[in-house]
């Protein structure tokens, strides 16, 4: 089993900045692509950023502001976010492609998609 864990949010004030970050655990074998989505109040889960090796690829919104990258010794994902607006606010997500290893670490199972818990952004003077 891999767990994703966020961490990083809060509250912050327009123009401010805040770094999230995202541990996977487990019986890792590989990470492929790792990423963030966000969900606000009354609106569907979106796309944020997505890293694969050397590959980056953001939402619109966030271009210029928000920075993705990963460190893949650690197996983690981190979220720089820079000159957040009030329609930054939302749930935050980590998502993750990861191939892990059966129970008795000999074989290793196809790739598969998880997701963390969330951790709140609120951009709010």
């Known amino acids: 089993q891999v767990q994703l864990v966020e961490s990083g949010g809060g509250l912050v004030q327009p123009g401010g900045s805040l770094r999230l970050s995202c541990a996977a655990s487990?019986?890792?074998?590989?990470?492929?692509?790792m990423g963030w989505y966000r969900q606000a109040p009354g609106k569907q889960r979106e796309l944020v950023a997505v890293?694969?090796?050397?590959?980056?690829n953001y939402a619109d919104s966030v271009k210029g502001r928000f920075t993705i990258s990963r460190d893949n010794a650690k197996n983690m994902v981190y979220l720089q976010m820079n000159s957040l607006k009030p329609e930054d606010t939302a749930v935050y997500y980590c998502?993750?492609?990861?191939?892990?290893?059966?129970?008795?670490?000999?074989?290793?199972?196809?790739?598969?998609?998880?997701w963390g818990q969330g951790t709140q952004v609120t951009v709010s003077s």
């Open positions: 890293i694969t090796t050397g590959i980056t």
């Open positions: 487990g019986r890792i074998f590989s990470i492929n692509t």
């Open positions: 998502n993750a492609d990861v191939r892990s290893r059966t129970t008795d670490w000999k074989a290793i199972l196809p790739s598969r998609n998880y």
